[in-house]
């Protein structure tokens, strides 16, 4: 009797302990969504606490899922913090940061190497289709485009939306002053950016007003056909938005309380509504993954037309947290188990973690920075990231391990405040000031001495690649080398 | 047969907009529960940004109600926040607001004026029981105390929780190395504040370390007596923590991420998931609306033992947005309808709202200073509410009208910045720059001068009354005038 009501209670565990994901895995695979927006700051969504900008269908994803509140970029800019994203792997390792430039321009002569391995490369190994729409800034000649690393579309803008300007002899200002007095008179002309499909320029200058709407569109349609053909697929979606400058459909305009910078987060907050009610609407919401994040923090110098990091200091740039602490969301219903997650995460665990639910095995011919998520995605396991490195240019400024954050060089996001190495380096306990307000390294030698020794491992298997943003040369300019 | 659908449309209509709250007015009264937290920053619950603290239960009361995103307290600190609160008032009507002392202490004279009408004595006239859990801070001479205001029931400490501080010979340091220096080394015997219930001393000193837990049994009681004997009632529920010292239950300690701040918040937040518990199994979750936010600011000089406001503006003691705007929330299933609103409230329309909901004129011999907030909660309309007047000592610091807020006076939130008179007056719109970053009065005269008739007129019927705040006298020190 006993023994009969032990196994019940086990099956019952056994059946409890289950990942919710497990019931899916011999059935249906797993497609997956990376919505990607760029410049977003860690406060700018309702239900990561901005009080004026209103986000109900992510706030809603936030309900149904779980919202990530140590989540990291890979770098505090934009070129690389991709580069991470797609490669599972720390820019520095592959020459996407630089002690020059900080990212691709328009006359920029390289791009991501052949020899790294796209997500997209790597879930095509499990069958997968693999898509792109928005911003790539990964290079963008012709053997650089997404479509020669393993996306089998691409529908998008090659580099930043705020590139290309064309001068306006009426404009006469830097390039700060263009966004603090001359934004009202910018126009989607003014900046000379071609939209791709492929490797073939089909709108230039592109009608940024409308690339929210347009790369959702095409984003709905891709769901649609692989509703049809039922080819698992991965949907890169990288909306060059809110990166100034900023436009808005007609429709929006003026439509939030937060001003302009709030209109485009909420359209494109009502656009990733859209994708999850295509979803449902095709009955692909049970086994569809669903990611939001942003690149990068907020484009503080940008002033009002920049977004907000909430608490966390400073922004985009910079590797304090409000560099690269973004607003994650995963959502997945029925395969991920809602909750707010504090565990670590970052960009580079998407490689790991889709290989994992794809059933991939991991490259094992280089070194990955990337952990399998999974297991706290499907029961809210403690995650086995217990770090995160910081790089800007090409130096390690600072690194998180557990609560606890030390900074070895601080400067600030773009130049506001010098280069200042540290030694002692800055200690932060980021849980209990997550602002990073109170140094205090004096109290804490052993968690310093601790940190020093992930320092030195993690050096000990670092081979610094060639800088391949510094290379710029005016004759590679405006998509000379794509056919257009 | 078009008359008869367009009959049907009209009724269905009717039925739709008509408050959800009329089918309870003419049947069942409503009960009102303010809890009111002391020190508490805009940005400390899970739902209003912070990534460390989590605060389930007051963010399921946010899902299920309505969360103000812009709603003030009538003063940044505490005895003139709690003044306004209790009589719709703004402090400097009624001598509550000083150019000396910012709030009571154990050795103050004086307190609220018997002629003020509380909420309690305001919703007595309905035959609503009224009590008060918590702090007071309003006088804490027989005279002044709660029972004498209105208040059937009294069970609390008189004013904060860091008075009656018991000079310890080996901490020998200023107040505000106290906190940053000694706090671990302070236990709750430190401090001689007494507990009283009605008027009478039952503990002295206040065992701080379970008050929180004790209030809530208080208020649970509250409630079962009155679901016996169906009488409605206002409980008025003044946790005084955050406020440091903070202190906090055994099973809490180091339970929380985000330090001794944290697992405070989290204490208060589980206890606020008793009362909402205790309502559910008593059947009263349907005819009580709950009224959860905080005294003022958070008080950044008590370092790391402080709260955040978030993206907000300085803290406690300052008239920038982090120090009068509080983290909000109405819980009322069936009565009010949930979601986010941006529309402005203030602890003072409490007055007008439960006196509206509770079927009591408003008093017609004085000035208040309170709206009507009912029709936003019962059916999201836009609020009344257009202006907030920040006050600092007995001066008008700054106003909002609409999203525009005019700062005439600046001063850190205790004295970190100097006092600076601002002619032309700095001009933020807090609604497109909540963080107050950008001053934009000299694009916006038309505005300024709007603000300033706004000004006008409420100065105009403001007439200044004896400040109450600064007669003190160490023969009134420890409640000698009271009973104990």
């Not at 007609?250 to 359209?267: A, I, P």
């Not at 030694?423 to 030698?445: C, G, K, M, S």
Request: proline share 6%; hydrophobic share 35%; glycine share 8%.
């Amino acid at each position: 009797m006993y023994s009969k009501r032990f196994t019940t209670y086990l099956l019952l565990l056994c059946f409890c302990c289950f990942p919710l994901y497990a019931q899916y895995k011999t059935t249906t695979p797993i497609n997956f969504i990376v919505v990607f927006v760029d410049d977003m700051g860690y406060g700018d969504l309702s239900s990561f606490g901005h009080p004026s900008i209103h986000t109900p269908h992510l706030d809603q994803m936030v309900q149904e899922g779980q919202q990530w509140t140590n989540f990291y970029v890979g770098a505090s800019v934009c070129t690389p913090s991709r580069a991470a994203l797609l490669t599972g792997r720390l820019p520095v390792r592959n020459g996407l940061m630089s002690d020059r430039f900080r990212v691709f321009f328009p006359d920029s002569k390289n791009g991501l190497p052949a020899s790294e391995i796209t997500l997209a490369e790597q879930l095509k190994k499990a069958g997968y289709a693999a898509h792109i729409v928005g911003k790539w800034h990964l290079g963008h000649r012709k053997a650089y485009l997404p479509t020669n690393h393993g996306f089998d579309t691409y529908f998008g803008i090659p580099y930043s939306n705020d590139m290309d300007f064309v001068p306006r002899p009426d404009l006469q200002s830097s390039y700060w002053e263009l966004w603090k007095v001359h934004h009202d008179k910018l126009k989607t002309t003014d900046f000379h950016v071609p939209l791709l499909r492929g490797t073939t320029v089909v709108e230039r200058p592109a009608n940024q007003n409308t690339l929210v709407q347009r790369y959702t569109d095409e984003a709905i349609k891709i769901i649609e056909t692989h509703q049809q053909d039922k080819q698992p697929f991965f949907l890169y979606l990288a909306h060059n938005l809110p990166h100034v400058p900023l436009f808005v459909s007609e429709g929006r305009k003026g439509k939030s309380k937060n001003g302009l910078y709030g209109d485009v987060v909420e359209e494109i907050d009502a656009n990733v509504g859209r994708i999850i009610e295509a979803l449902k609407e095709n009955k692909m919401d049970k086994n569809t993954l669903v990611v939001f994040t942003s690149d990068n923090g907020p484009w503080l110098q940008t002033k009002h037309l920049g977004g907000t990091a909430g608490m966390l200091r400073d922004g985009k740039g910079s590797t304090f947290e409000g560099g690269m602490r973004e607003p994650t969301i995963f959502w997945g219903p029925g395969i991920i188990q809602p909750g707010r997650i504090s565990a670590l995460g970052t960009t580079m665990d998407l490689f790991a973690t889709f290989s994992a639910i794809a059933g991939v095995a991991l490259p094992k011919d280089r070194i990955l920075d990337s952990y399998d998520l999974s297991p706290t995605l499907f029961s809210k396991k403690s995650g086995k990231r217990n770090e995160v490195f910081y790089y800007r240019e090409r130096e390690l400024y600072a690194v998180r391990v557990g609560a606890y954050k030390a900074h070895y060089i601080t400067k600030g996001g773009y130049g506001e405040f010098p280069l200042t190495v540290h030694d002692p380096p800055l200690l932060y306990n980021v849980d209990e000031d997550p602002a990073e307000r109170f140094d205090i390294a004096t109290q804490h030698p052993d968690v310093l001495k601790k940190i020093e020794q992930v320092v030195k491992a993690h050096k000990a298997q670092l081979h610094m690649p060639e800088d391949l943003l510094k290379d710029r040369d005016k004759s590679y300019n405006n998509l000379q080398n794509s056919k257009r």
